[in-house]
């Protein structure tokens, strides 16, 4: 079904298993303290989930891997985020060719006010693509298990669709540019179970492409979807007031659910938290 | 607790749930409503009478000459206001050329670039105040500043000059509902065009401001109707010509202008002229309100 990804070609690499890497990264808005000391190396090719409670940072720390965060006024990042190599916050970065290479998917389905066709070819176009146009929307919709139910109504608009559908549109526009990482900020959590469970089978198909990380509330879904865990938490802060979150452990999933290491980690998957 | 439940609950027990209108709370509601109601009709009233008083006065005289051809010299009867339509219309967009690129960019520059610093708000801040400056102060200023310098190839009273005049009232409106619509363009679409690479740039042109279209173009179209039946800032701007426009750097004949010059004149053929002018005024501008409405119809909510 597809030929020729550039992404795969990153997935032979065997010298470079991490996707990106976390550095002692520690984020703020204004003068208030967000989350800090995040270490984490990300796997190539794997489902990597973010939980913890709410206010925890995980969504912070998520938005911050393809520089989101920049368009949030006053929210500075300490440490560093490599990527390819590359700090992605290096001066000499230039945050849009971050995102083109980190797609994201956002918590409420955001489809552009144009024609299904038009919300895919979108991200495409504006990224320099030529090639057959037709053949990567129907690739991107396919990937995003859509294509079924759009196939017949390319012309219409991206409104017209559910829920749990525009979701997967929003997927598949994430896809269409071909990202090597996609990240996905709680993409379930206003959908029904049936569009939750659609979108957790792609994720199974898009990691043998792409690397993913998903936040998600729903540590069931954690369980389902990913190999990675990463549990965040908040803790007082030891040098005054207020609170910040931090990564309490990273393991893989199996670990975190059946053996964690920390006992905050134990309380919150079997839900004896706070 | 289970017994003050049951003490509250008797109190009510025997009375009865119908309506009663001689209680005062009923009676003073009436009279509130009524009161509201009155003034509400009264505050719409202007427009009815004025409507009707203009339809009255100046209805008789619409015909094709009327639309066509030129006022008559002082003394003769018969002729039309067709060089004040052609004026109205050329000053008009003049001023729309002005002030559309100038107040959209505003705009955009307040609602996407800006991020709330001490510029927006000082220009924000200047917008309202500019919106609230009588239309007379937009005249004399631009009469001082381009009309008595005569820097328009030596030519003092012009179409362009009031067409700037006119910019310059609805800067305002066009820099405000551009601002507001933009605002009101949900974040999270923001959001899914830089999360899949678009520049700033791209996010704007192709996804902010296609979605927030509707509202600026109604925005647009109501500041042109307010510029458009303005007098006082053309008086000594664009002046008034008895002849055809011509060209942009001489005085124009506006509808405004020769309601404003006619109306006073000691001629009968004058003073219907101005009936009729102010009639074909209020309809144009009336038309254009609903052009507005028309396009709000395509609005998302």
């Given amino acids: 079904m597809t030929p020729s990804m550039p992404s795969l070609s990153h997935t032979e690499h065997p010298s470079s298993q991490f996707c990106m890497e976390l550095e002692n990264v520690g984020i703020s808005y204004g003068g208030n303290e967000a989350v800090r000391g995040v270490y984490m190396q990300i796997p190539r090719g794997k489902v990597t989930a973010f939980i913890g409670p709410s206010g925890c940072g995980k969504s912070t720390v998520l938005r911050a891997l393809n520089r989101m965060n920049d368009l949030i006024e006053g929210c500075t990042l300490k440490g560093r985020v490599i990527f390819d190599g590359q700090d992605l916050y290096d001066p000499q970065v230039d945050a849009v060719e971050v995102r083109r290479r980190i797609g994201m998917v956002f918590q409420k389905p955001n489809p552009f006010p144009k024609s299904i066709y038009e919300n895919i070819a979108f991200g495409a176009r504006i990224n320099g693509f030529r090639g057959d146009m037709d053949e990567l929307v129907e690739r991107s919709l396919r990937k995003a298990a859509i294509w079924d139910e759009t196939k017949d109504k390319l012309k219409e608009s991206g409104y017209a669709l559910s829920g749990g559908q525009q979701q997967r549109l929003c997927i598949a526009r994430a896809i269409a540019i071909e990202p090597e990482v996609i990240l996905m900020d709680e993409p379930c959590s206003a959908l029904d179970p049936i569009s939750t469970l659609k979108i957790e089978e792609m994720m199974h198909e898009l990691k043998k492409s792409y690397t993913i990380v998903i936040v998600t509330h729903n540590m069931q879904q954690a369980v389902r979807v990913s190999d990675m865990t990463g549990f965040f938490n908040v803790t007082a802060k030891a040098d005054g007031d207020g609170k910040v979150g931090c990564l309490e452990e990273f393991a893989p999933t199996e670990t975190i659910f059946n053996a964690p290491s920390q006992q905050a980690t134990q309380d919150y998957v079997s839900g004896r938290f706070g | ?301």
């Fill in chain 2, 1 to 301: 607790m289970a017994s003050t439940t049951t003490t509250t609950t008797s109190a009510f027990a025997g009375t009865s749930l119908r309506f009663k209108p001689s209680l005062p709370r009923n009676r003073w509601n009436s009279f509130f409503s009524a009161i509201a109601a009155l003034f509400s009709l009264i505050a719409v009233l202007p427009l009815f009478l004025v409507l009707a008083y203009v339809l009255f006065k100046g209805g008789s005289l619409i015909s094709t000459s009327l639309l066509t051809q030129l006022p008559p010299a002082p003394g003769l009867e018969g002729g039309g206001i067709g060089n004040a339509i052609l004026g109205t219309v050329i000053v008009t967009l003049v001023a729309s050329l002005i002030a559309i690129p100038v107040g959209v960019g505003g705009g955009i520059y307040l609602a996407e670039y800006s991020r709330g610093g001490w510029f927006a708000q000082f220009v924000r801040f200047g917008t309202n105040v500019l919106s609230g400056v009588p239309s007379i102060i937009c005249g004399v200023f631009i009469y001082g500043l381009i009309v008595s310098t005569r820097v328009f190839f030596g030519q003092s009273y012009s179409a362009m000059a009031g067409g700037i005049a006119l910019a310059v009232l609805m800067l305002p409106t066009v820099i405000k509902t551009t601002d507001e619509a933009l605002k009101l363009v949900p974040q999270e679409l923001r959001w899914g065009a830089i999360g899949i690479g678009a520049s700033r740039f791209v996010t704007i042109t192709r996804i902010t401001l296609p979605a927030a279209f509707t509202p600026i173009a109604t925005g647009v179209v109501l500041g042109i109707a307010r510029a458009a039946g303005e007098t006082a800032p053309l008086i000594f701007t664009a002046l008034f010509s008895p002849f055809w426009p011509e060209g942009l750097f001489n005085p124009i004949a506006t509808m405004s202008v020769l309601i404003f010059n006619f109306a006073i004149m000691p001629y009968e053929a004058q003073n219907a002229l101005a009936w009729a002018a102010s009639f074909v005024l209020v309809v144009m501008i009336l038309a254009a309100n609903l052009l507005a409405r028309w396009l709000g119809r395509f609005a998302r909510v």
